[in-house]
């Protein structure tokens, strides 16, 4: 079982940045891709970026070129960091690992995007 805490959400101004972080609980972390999710009211949720054991990436159209995933697997950590931000950005953000058939979730946190 791997545990996934996510932090630094919170309520930015349109235009402005955030850094989202996401700690797995134990060791064999390098083996995942790692993902982060986004859920906005009303809406399915949908992958933003992902990162592969080996470094490669890839995003949602909708954020390519404003958002970068990143992941440090000494720290157990992934990263995403959010510039240019949008309106349409406001969602519950939930970081995910995935190996095979293990498949695990943090409990998500909230990006509020607004003037």
């Known amino acids: 079982q791997v545990q996934l805490v996510e932090s630094g959400g919170g309520l930015v101004q349109p235009g402005g940045s955030l850094r989202l972080s996401c700690a797995a609980s134990?060791?064999?972390?390098?083996?995942?891709?790692m993902g982060w999710y986004r859920q906005a009211p009303g809406k399915q949720r949908e992958l933003v970026a992902a990162i592969t054991s080996g470094g490669s990436t890839n995003y949602a159209d909708s954020v390519e070129g404003r958002f970068t995933i990143s992941r440090d697997n000494a720290k157990k950590t992934v990263y995403l960091q959010m510039n240019s931000l949008k309106p349409e950005d406001t969602a519950v953000y939930y970081c995910?690992?995935?190996?095979?058939?293990?498949?695990?979730w943090g409990q998500g946190t909230q990006v509020t995007v607004s003037s």
């Open positions: 995910n690992a995935i190996y095979g058939t293990r498949d695990y």
């Open positions: 134990r060791s064999g972390f390098r083996i995942y891709t």
